[in-house]
């Protein structure tokens, strides 16, 4: 059994990354934004396997608040999930500034800054793991237009993870952003390839896979190695 904490767990990729590792019968910390948690959430409470935890991912304080309340706890696995597409205008043409920057906070700093923060937690476990959600879209690789915010951010975030992975390896913490595929959800939409339920499936299966000569590979859902 592992214990798994998992950032913007209210639905899409997230809920079902929740569900999916509780149905493999690990403990799982699941965090959200706001005040109370979503109906989604509270539903899975039936099993003493989840708890609940608020957090803004772009606030110290509340990475803060979560950390103190996981004082002594080993995380095994942290999936950095929590993310956003960013500004409605954000082609070259018309660009939301403001958004642009709100996009680097939410995809690229903040997972930097909740990973940090929770290396005392992953340190003490036997296997740590960091998955960072990423993309596709943020491949230098991959030639496509539009969406500037949400691009940057997601291949400033690679290279961040990508950094991290070289710095905490002698730790024995293992770091790969994932490409979690064209999924339908919110921000996927309806005519993406694959559901948040098989994507989840794949990603969870892929934590079970990786060993330390993993780390710092860009990584897709199916477990293979996606070019930079």
């Given amino acids: 059994m592992n214990t798994v904490l998992v950032t913007g767990a209210t639905r899409g990729i997230g809920l079902e990354l929740v569900k999916q590792f509780l149905e493999n019968g690990n403990q799982v910390f699941a965090t959200y934004r706001g005040h109370t948690p979503p109906d ?4 899975l409470l039936s099993t003493n396997q ?16 979560l950390v103190t309340i996981l004082d002594g706890i080993a995380i095994d696995i942290l999936i950095n999930n ?13 660009m939301d500034a403001k958004g642009w920057a709100e996009a680097f906070r ?31 879209m943020g491949s230098l690789h991959r030639e496509s237009v539009g969406m500037h915010a949400y691009r940057s ?4 975030v690679n290279k961040v993870m990508q950094v991290l992975a070289l710095e905490l390896k002698e730790k024995g913490i293992i770091v790969c952003p994932v490409h979690p ?12 390839e694959i ?19 993993d780390t710092g590979k860009f990584l897709t859902w199916e477990g293979k190695e996606h070019a930079w």
């Fill in 106 to 136: 939410v995809n690229t700093i903040a997972p930097l800054m909740v990973t940090s923060a929770l290396i005392p937690n992953l340190a003490i476990s036997d296997s740590p793991r960091v998955i960072t959600i990423s993309s596709q």
């Fill in 153 to 156: 951010s997601k291949a400033a």
């Fill in 195 to 213: 559901s948040a339920k098989e994507s989840a499936q794949g990603i969870v299966a892929l934590t079970s896979q990786l060993t330390l000569a």
């Fill in 50 to 65: 989840l708890s609940l935890r608020p957090l803004q991912v772009t606030d110290e304080k509340s990475i803060a608040e």
């Fill in 181 to 192: 595929g064209w999924v339908r959800t919110d921000m996927g939409g309806d005519d993406a």
């Fill in 40 to 43: 989604a959430l509270n539903a």
């Fill in 82 to 94: 929590a993310g956003s597409i960013g500004p409605v205008n954000q082609s070259y043409q018309d």
